[in-house]
Each structure stands twice: as structure tokens, then as C-alpha cells.
């Protein structure tokens, strides 16, 4: 074992995160000089792992894809800089317009941001500028983000118990408990519902067709934003462009009024957020002469970023990978179904998978599902606890995931299972 915070070539991380270095480290997740191709990474101590996290869903088209990193490349020595912060360039128009296209047209305006936070956030100043109303719901264990207002949306006190302040106006409540959600409603104080459609940390728990047309119906009753956050599950993800279209939100009259969206937007290669919303709620933020430029952020919507998500968006559609991922999700968890009888739960989406035990089978097993994650990179296997429920795997793995690389995973997660 190597000495705390060393890596392969001696270098520490006492500058940068020390204690997470270490952790990474004794789990055999140093990552000091991988390589990484295609859905595999190679650490630089020569081990294979499959990559069933893609950078938490960012590396939607695997590592080093040959076209991706060409017509990145391409871009980046014809991409001027921004001229100056806010402008509207012919790139972000384009990217814009696809996105709309993308979401067959039930939203009219696209607003960039850089991070997914701040793109929730965003979404957040919409509402409430929109509404006039100070308060925002969201629900126990969702992750929104870890900025300041974002990392109290997130509903979990993990993430804030050490911050000496807290604001008044972010209300959590347990996922589908709407007696609680139609009595907050009810005080007409409410900007905005925000949920995610397919949670990432949260064990994949999803919505479906009943309940978030129920969660649209009463936001609409009350005059409440319901924005979708996206930022994991969207573009791909769960086997359809948008997670609001994989739990059946298809219906315009249940749709949400703004869908936030990030992470499969470039690839993983550069930070890049959207809110799309319709033209009433931009307006309300952004709708006269001089508030044109009201909100906003320096590399919100920067040139490199919108080219690179043109290319991303063009590639997945080209090779047709949200079909693929959709088609990889149903093969996984049939795989699941055979080898392991039940004694292994599936849950999500498409390719925003978590897996859990049985109850009765971790018991006999006597092996917590960190014992079963550690076994799994040991098995050439990277996958990740989720942050709000760690007795469950997430899995969201590239969407070029194919027939091969499912059945390295579940030969891998068999051995994994033994005692
Ligand atoms: C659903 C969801 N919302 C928001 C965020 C925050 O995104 P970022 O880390 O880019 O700020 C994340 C990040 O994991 C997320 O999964």
C-alpha cells in the first residue's frame, strides 16, 4: 500500500483534498495518469476497469472517442474566445435551437449556465421572479448541487450540517407524500416544485406516469413552477432524450415548466448547463431592454462549450445511443433477472441504473454493498454507492455500453457475490 496521500509517481494532494485522495487511494481508485478508452479506463498500474459511472453520467460517449476528440479538436482552432461575457453568439443559437428541437418544442428558451447547480439555481430565479413567491420545495435525499443555495435544495442534511446559516425558504418532503405537498401548496408562497425525474444518488427512485402527472396537476392548481432536474438523468440517459418522456410525462399538459439539463451535454469534456423554460418565465427575468443582461455568468454559454455540445448532441443522435440505452438497460436487467433470481433489485431508467440486494440474500452473504463496490474494482468493475442511499450501486455507465461490456458486468457483480 502506498504511503496516504502518495501517488504512482510520488506526488501528494496535500494541497488539494488529502483525506478524499487517500480514500481514493486505499479503494484502488487512483487514477493518477489513467487512460481511458472506449467504455474501459486503464489505471497507470496496468488494470482494466469497466466504467459503469462515466464520470457520474458525464462520458456519455465513452473515452477518447476518435470523432468526438477530432471535431473537438477541430473546434477549438477555429472557436474564438468570448468577446465579451453575455454575448450572444451564432453557436449558442444553434445549440439552443437544438435542444428546443430536441424537446419537440414544448419549451421556447434556453438559458446556459456553466455547472448543474448553477443551472438549478437559475431555473430556481426563474420561478420566483416568474411567481413573486419566495418558496422553493424539493424532496428528502434528491441532489441538486452543492453550491451555497443549491446544497440546501439538496435534501440532505449531509451536505449543510456544518454552515452556520440556513435559509427559510427551501422545504422538504418525502418523494410522492402529497397530503404534505398540496398543504405547502396550498399557502400560495410556493415559487417552485423542483424533483428529479430519474434520481442519480438517491437509489434511481423514479416518478411515473400517475404520480408526476399528479405533482404537475397541483403545481398547476396553485400557480407552482414544477421544474425537472435533469442534470443527471437527461439527454440520453434513462433510453429517451429527456427523463420527463421515460417516467411518461409526455403529455404537454403534465409537462414541467422548466427542464434543467448538464451532464451528458459535452461528453465530460467541458462544463456546460440549460434550462429550458417557456417564453413567459424567461421573460420574467430577462424581458425588458435593460434587464437583458440581469443574470448570468462569465462562461455561461461560452463559445468552445456550445460547439462542443453541438458535436456531443449530433454524435449521440448519429450513432443512435439513446436507443442503445435503452436497449442496454432492459438487456442489463434481464442478465440480472437470469443469473441472480431476484436476488439482486434493479431500479432507474435506461442506463441510470441502481442496484440493490435482497434483504434475505445480504444477510446471507454477510456483505454490505461497500464490500460488494470493493470487490467489484478489485474485479475490474467501476461503479460508485450512491451519496443518499448507500446500500445501493449506481451504475451509468457511456451510453455506447454494448452486449460485451454487459456481460463483463454481470460476470464481474457474480463473482463480486460470492461469500
Ligand atoms: C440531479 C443533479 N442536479 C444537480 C447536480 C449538480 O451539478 P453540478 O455538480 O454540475 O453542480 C447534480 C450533480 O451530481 C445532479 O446529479
Redesign the pocket.
Known sequence: MKSETDSEDGARFDSVNPHWARFLDEAGLDMTGARGDGCYIETADGRALLDCLAG??TANLGHAHASLLARFADALQRTSVNVFPFECADSQRLLADKLLALSGWRFQKVFFA???????ESAVKFAMTSTGRPDVITFRD??????MF?SFM?GNPFWTEALPWKPGNVHHVDAHNFAALEDMLASRKVAAVVF?PV???SSAQHWNVETSARLAALCRATGTKLIA?????GLGRTGNWFGIDAIGMSDTSAAPDMV?V??GLTGGLV?L?AVLLNDADFDAVFGAPGKAKVHGSTFGGNRLAMHCGLIVLDLVESGRLVDNAAAMGALIEARLATRFNGRVIVRGKGLALSLELDVWFAGELNKSMSDVWLDLIDGGVLAMPNSAAPDSLRLSPPLIFGVDEVEVLIDRLDEALQP
Request: charged share 15%; with cysteine.
Open positions: 457520474f453520467g456553466t455547472t448543474g447547480a448553477e443551472a438549478v434528491a441532489f441538486h448541487g452543492l453550491s443549491s439538496t428529479e434520481a442519480g444518488s432536474d435533469e442534470v443527471y438523468c434543467v448538464s451532464k462544463p448547463s
